[in-house]
Structures are given as structure tokens and as C-alpha cells.
């Protein structure tokens, strides 16, 4: 098992939440990473795969056994993050994501029931097969077990009751099924239009529309992020000396702590590529 000391994580909301890929394709960079870049972590490229992949999934960058990492951490941090920046770009931009994302944006696709409405007749038809089912199977019961006649009878009764209630035309009881089934079958339609309408929000036709969505956010997060705010230890754990930067969301913090340098040179990145994108 690895101890917690052999993990080094740097929070990597900075960057890698500027990117398209951080909830659905991210960690799949790491095939076009330089092996250059994992020789300065201090590992090779399956480990590096495998971390990288932990990584994007989780939102923390998490290297196991980066020998290296610490220095990187202090003294290369920008470069680290300039060049994962521009590996993700390369790879959204090629043809093997386009063609991942418009098979995870099928797969994805709400269905929507086939199952037409049935009409009121439809219903009257189908409650009175389930009465006479029902009234047959107890008097084969019955006939089988005569025994059971005396304390089957109510059951007879029941169900001949009901067969002449759902043949009246004007039987209330049928309407109330037919009622239940419009509304089971507005719900159904108004729940497929609802996902339908999630589905194209969430995987828009056009990838670069996402990709659009995730810069804005980034960029529009990070701005609000201080930089220069205060720390105190807490029973052995930094927080916030303000108590409304406690209340913050954990991508603010995790911008927060991956720190300034870092998210100038991913704001400026993601500045770049969102206005290529609105050519």
C-alpha cells in the first residue's frame, strides 16, 4: 500500500478546468505527453497514464512515485503547465476526440418511449383481460382445491363485480385508469423533453460549443480568486483567515492553491483559445 507520503498532489483546477475534457476526456491526453515530461516527473508513461488518469477523474493531480515532482512543484510549475495545456489542445483539436465525442454524445442521448398512448377503449380492454385472467386462474384453484371455494368466494365475487363494472360504457372506474394513463404518459413525454433539452446543453453538436462553456467558466472563476488572501492553521489545517473564502466552491480553492503563476498562464492560455474559437 502507498503511504500518503510517497503521493504529491497539486491542485490543477487552474488548468485543467479551463478544458473540455476535464469531466469526459481529459485523462486520455496523456497518450500524446511527451516522453520528455514524464522523464522530469521522475516516471515513465504508464505510471504517468495511470496518475494522469486519477487525475482528470478526480480533478487533483495525483502522481505516484514522481521523484521529481517536488522540484517541479516549486521551481517548473509553469512550464509543467504550459506544456499539459498545449497537449490537451493538440488532442481536442484532432480528429480521435471528435470522433470520441460524438460517440459518448449518442450514447448519451436521452430515448424516448416508443410505447404509443392508449386510448380509453384500449384500457377498458386490457382491465377487463386482467379480471377474466384473474377469475379463470382462481376457479382452476378452486377446482383443483375445492377446500378453498368457501374462502375463495369473495375473491369470485370481486372479479365478476369488476368485469360487469369496466364493460359499462360509463363505468367511473374506467375513467380514472384512462386518466392515470394520460398522465403517466404526459410525464414520460414532458421528462424526455426535459432530458432531450439537458442532453444538448451538456453535449452540444458542436464540441467547440463546450469547449467554449468550459474557458468562460474557468475564466470567469479564476478572476474572482484573491491571491493575497490569509492563512491560519485549524487543529493542523490551513484556512482561511476570511470566513466567506471558507464558504467558496472547491474549484475557487483549488485555484487558489495552485496559485498565481499558474493561473496567469492558464487564463492567458484559455483567453487565446476561446477567441480562436469565436472565428
Known amino acids: 500500500m502507498r503511504s500518503i507520503l510517497s503521493t504529491a498532489r497539486i491542485g490543477i483546477a487552474a488548468f485543467a478546468g479551463i478544458v473540455i475534457v476535464l469531466s469526459l476526456y481529459a485523462f486520455k491526453t496523456v497518450h500524446t505527453v511527451t516522453d520528455d515530461l514524464w522523464a522530469r516527473l521522475g516516471m515513465n508513461k504508464t505510471e504517468g497514464f495511470e496518475g494522469a488518469k486519477n487525475s482528470f477523474m478526480r480533478g487533483y493531480l495525483y502522481y505516484y512515485g514522481a521523484k521529481n515532482i517536488k522540484s517541479i512543484a516549486k521551481g517548473d510549475r509553469v512550464a509543467v503547465a504550459g506544456e499539459l495545456l498545449t497537449t490537451v489542445k493538440q488532442y481536442i483539436n484532432s480528429d480521435a476526440f471528435k470522433k470520441e465525442y460524438d460517440q459518448e454524445r449518442q ?33 382452476e384453484m378452486i377446482r383443483k382445491t375445492p377446500s378453498l371455494a368457501k374462502s375463495m368466494q369473495g375473491v369470485i365475487d370481486m372479479y365478476k363485480k369488476n368485469i360487469v363494472d369496466y364493460k359499462d360504457p360509463n363505468s367511473k372506474t374506467i375513467e380514472l385508469f384512462f386518466q392515470g394513463e394520460k398522465l403517466k404518459y404526459e410525464r414520460s413525454t414532458d421528462g424526455y423533453t426535459k432530458d432531450l433539452t439537458k442532453w444538448k446543453e451538456s453535449y452540444p453538436a458542436d464540441y467547440r460549443e463546450l469547449i467554449k462553456t468550459r474557458l468562460q467558466k474557468f475564466l470567469e472563476l479564476s478572476a474572482t480568486v484573491d491571491f493575497n488572501a490569509e492563512l491560519k492553521e485549524v487543529n493542523g489545517k490551513q484556512k482561511f483567515v476570511n470566513p466567506d473564502y471558507e464558504g467558496k466552491p472547491a474549484d475557487w ?26 472565428k
Open 107 to 139: 450514447q448519451a442521448k436521452p430515448h424516448q418511449d416508443a410505447t404509443p398512448m392508449r386510448t380509453k377503449e384500449e384500457v377498458r380492454k386490457d382491465e377487463i383481460d386482467k379480471m377474466e385472467k384473474g377469475l379463470k386462474q382462481t376457479e
Open 253 to 278: 480553492k483549488e485555484i487558489f492553491r495552485a496559485g498565481k503563476d499558474i493561473t496567469e498562464v492558464s487564463r492567458k492560455f484559455a483567453q487565446q483559445w476561446l477567441a480562436g474559437l469565436g
